[in-house]
């Protein structure tokens, strides 16, 4: 999607290794979000940032850690993954926080934790 | 959980036909948005009503609002094979103070479109 890429695309990793993900955005948007969709669960949010270094969790933050250490790239880690965590991972951008106007997503991270 | 709930979870039409999806949602909200999401993709930005506003139209959709019943659908008119998709209605809640613009999103129904 144009403005927001995410990276790997694919992954496969194994129990108990720690992960990152990519999002890295040239929209200049102050916030950025990570969720994750699975069956049955549609997307739930993990970790947002409203800015340089402001973090903060989201409905299902256990096992995940963002650093956000300049505007264009937010970094999700899956500290110990599990197979709990296999899913795909969205990112997504928005230049209004207060009254959104509209998530911009990237194409996703498909991980399997094996 | 605030998360909103879509139904039909699935349907099916012909080409040509209207499509019509729901999604309630639990408690009070900035606005609601629909998103459109084709298999191994993601989402991509479809409409969004203000919680003020009762309906909405762009191109071949409409959406409407109904606070009162927290509810929403979404109709697509004249519906084409490359309507096929997942569509999820997401909500930005009214929480009194900054939301930081976090969305909720529902389940989604599966629509597909038959030539």
């Known amino acids: 999607d144009a403005g927001i890429t995410q990276s790997p695309r694919h992954k496969v990793t194994e129990t108990g290794t720690p992960v990152t993900l990519r999002c890295h955005q040239t929209e200049n948007h102050r916030y950025m979000y990570w969720y994750r969709q699975d069956p049955g669960h549609g997307l739930r949010l993990i970790h947002y940032?409203?800015?340089?270094?402001?973090?903060d969790k989201g409905e299902v933050s256990d096992g995940y850690s963002v650093s956000r250490s300049k505007t264009e790239d937010f970094l999700l880690t899956l500290e110990s993954a599990t197979s709990s965590q296999t899913s795909v991972y969205f990112c997504a951008i928005s230049s209004q926080g207060r009254e959104n106007y509209g998530y911009t997503f990237g194409s996703g991270t498909r991980l399997t934790v094996v | 959980s605030q998360q909103g709930e879509e139904d039909p979870q699935a349907l099916s039409i012909q080409e040509g036909e209207n499509a019509t999806m729901n999604c309630s949602y639990k408690t009070s909200i900035n606005n609601l948005q629909w998103y459109r999401q084709n298999s191994g993709r993601g989402l991509v930005h479809l409409i969004l009503i203000r919680s003020n506003e009762r309906e909405k139209h762009s191109g071949r959709l409409r959406v409407t609002l109904d606070t009162s019943k927290k509810s929403s659908s979404l109709l697509i008119t004249a519906s084409r094979a490359a309507d096929t998709a997942s569509y999820f209605c997401a909500t930005s809640f009214n929480a009194g103070g900054t939301s930081y613009g976090k969305l909720t999103f529902g389940q989604g129904t599966i629509l597909t479109v038959h030539p």
């Open positions: 940032s409203y800015g340089v270094k402001d973090t």
